[in-house]
């Protein structure tokens, strides 16, 4: 979820759901987002019709409940920033929250919001940093540094793995690839497959801690085999 515009979330969720097909996993993508990006961005692959699926928040929970049903292992929802009753609706029934932002001011501003409606609802979430400067030689970027250090200081979780400004992510999603099957930029499919093992990790916690009835969120189906990481 996001509820500034440019941040990236669907780029993160379309990635996410792309890593978790590539690994084998019974993937759904539900996008409630009116503005439909996940489905712009993936109406060229020959498999879109397999795990993408287009619905609205007043939806959520039959879908959920299918999945489950179907034993599928990873509901990702792609939410739209607004109104804020169709996001209460995906984070109801998620078993983690993803709050995307990138490391300016505003972007942090609106992602605190964001995570506090996460506190309200007594959901788990994380903040994930997106477009965020490479590191050089080594050293991290102070715009970068300054981000993670003032969500930790907010008291917000924060993923350790943050997303880099790189045209790969942009050239991979207009053709409808995830970064693994773009293949020219390594560093990219990197960060986002460890990205998407620590939420992974996350949610196996999450689910083990407490198991519910299943931002953009991510929902691990009680019915599926364990993953492995």
Not at 102 to 111: G, H, I
Not at 115 to 129: E, I, S
Not at 144 to 159: D, I, N, S, T
Request: aromatic fraction near 4%.
């Amino acid at each position: 979820m996001s509820r500034k515009g440019g941040a990236g979330k669907t780029t993160v969720d379309v990635n996410l759901a792309l890593e978790g097909l590539a690994s084998g996993r019974r993937v759904v993508l539900a996008d409630i987002d009116p503005q439909r990006s996940s489905m712009e961005a993936l109406r060229g692959r020959d498999d879109v019709g397999s795990f993408l699926v287009t619905t609205t928040a007043a939806k959520l929970f039959t879908l959920a409940n299918e999945c489950e049903r179907s034993g599928c292992d990873l509901l990702v929802i792609d939410t739209a920033p607004a109104p804020e009753p169709d996001v209460i609706a995906a984070m109801n029934i998620a078993d983690i929250c993803l709050a995307v932002a990138r490391p300016t001011f505003l972007d942090l501003a609106s992602v605190a919001h964001s995570m506090d409606l996460v506190r309200r609802l007594r959901k788990p979430g994380m903040a994930v940093l997106n477009q965020c400067p490479p590191a050089r030689n080594g050293i991290e970027a102070p715009a970068v540094l300054k981000a993670f250090e003032a969500l930790r200081y907010a008291g917000l979780p924060v993923a350790p793995v943050a997303l880099r400004a790189r045209t790969a992510y942009q050239s991979a999603l207009s053709q409808g690839l995830s970064m693994a099957e773009y293949g020219l930029d390594d560093k990219a499919a990197g960060e986002l497959g460890r990205l998407f093992a620590y939420v992974l990790a996350q949610l196996d916690e999450e689910t083990r801690a407490a198991p519910v009835v299943p931002a953009w969120a991510l929902m691990r189906a009680p019915s599926a085999s364990p993953m492995t990481h």
